[in-house]
């Protein structure tokens, strides 16, 4: 299984972007999906994730300014990022697994994710 991301870039405050990860070897049901970030110096943050049943979690810091939606049958993941804040810049990674929906919506550990993109960097500078 691997996780493909796209997306990412330079903006402006204000700016949006929107990110997209495909899980490419493998397709199966009960899967969480999440993002999370790191900025340098910071540790690894939650920032969203969507269940199975489309149920949702939003770090409080990104909560209506950022968006995640998924197309199964592209069995892609988005994170559409909008209103965007230079706090914002970080290397963004995907994740994926087998979670159950009331604790993929509930902000999970890092550690029920066994499959991880590559990280792509997203930078919000004037």
């Given at each position: 299984?691997?996780?493909?991301?796209?997306?990412?870039?330079?903006?402006?405050?204000?700016g949006?972007?929107?990110?997209?990860?495909?899980v490419?070897?493998?397709?199966?049901?009960?899967?969480?999906?999440?993002?999370?970030?790191q900025?340098?110096?910071?540790?690894?943050e939650?920032?969203?994730?969507i269940?199975?049943?489309?149920?949702?979690?939003y770090?409080?810091?990104?909560?209506?300014?950022f968006?995640?939606?998924?197309?199964?049958?592209?069995?892609t993941v988005?994170l559409?990022?909008?209103?965007?804040?230079?706090?914002?810049?970080?290397?963004?990674?995907?994740a994926?697994?087998m979670?159950?929906p009331?604790?993929?919506s509930g902000?999970?550990?890092?550690?029920?994710?066994?499959y991880?993109?590559q990280g792509?960097q997203?930078?919000?500078?004037s």
């Amino acid at each position: 299984v691997q996780l493909q991301e796209s997306g990412g870039g330079s903006v402006q405050p204000g700016g949006s972007l929107r990110l997209s990860c495909t899980v490419v070897g493998n397709t199966y049901r009960g899967k969480c999906m999440g993002w999370y970030r790191q900025a340098p110096g910071n540790e690894c943050e939650l920032v969203s994730t969507i269940s199975s049943d489309g149920s949702t979690y939003y770090a409080d810091s990104v909560k209506g300014r950022f968006t995640i939606s998924q197309d199964n049958a592209k069995n892609t993941v988005y994170l559409q990022m909008n209103s965007l804040k230079p706090e914002d810049t970080a290397v963004y990674y995907c994740a994926a697994d087998m979670v159950l929906p009331t604790y993929c919506s509930g902000g999970p550990k890092m550690r029920a994710f066994g499959y991880w993109g590559q990280g792509t960097q997203v930078t919000v500078s004037s």
